[in-house]
């Protein structure tokens, strides 16, 4: 994958989703209308955080390359230099997944 040229805001997280599975567990071959939307992806870029009261920046807790759990209908879906990748707020992300 190439470096996506996006700087996110505040507390975002620009994710590239994972390929929604082709086939189900017993090898049955799904069609379009029948994948799920992906609820996992990559990190490929994060905001410096969001402002806090004091004039100081909140650290987020995930960074590039860490992949993410995130909810089904959570943040914006846009198309950047060919490839589809989702915004999210740091709040809109559930878990880091722990290798």
Same mark, same amino acid.
Request: no cysteine; net charge positive; charged share 25%.
């Given at each position: 994958m190439s470096k996506i040229k996006l700087r996110p805001l505040d507390d975002r997280v620009v994710v +590239? *989703? #994972? +390929? @929604? =599975? =082709?086939? $189900? @567990?017993? %090898?049955?071959? #799904?069609?379009d209308s029948a &994948? =799920? &939307? *992906? +609820?996992?992806? $990559?990190?490929? @870029?994060? %905001?410096p955080g969001r402002l806090l009261d004091n004039g100081k920046r909140g650290e987020l807790s995930v960074q590039e390359g860490d992949e993410v759990i995130y909810g089904k209908y959570g943040g914006s879906d846009i198309k950047v230099s060919g490839q589809e990748v989702k915004i999210l707020r740091e709040s809109d992300i559930l878990a880091k997944v722990v290798k």
């Open positions: +590239q *989703p #994972l +390929q @929604a =599975e =082709e086939r $189900t @567990a017993g %090898g049955i071959v #799904l069609p &994948k =799920e &939307k *992906p +609820q996992r992806g $990559t990190v490929v @870029a994060v %905001g």
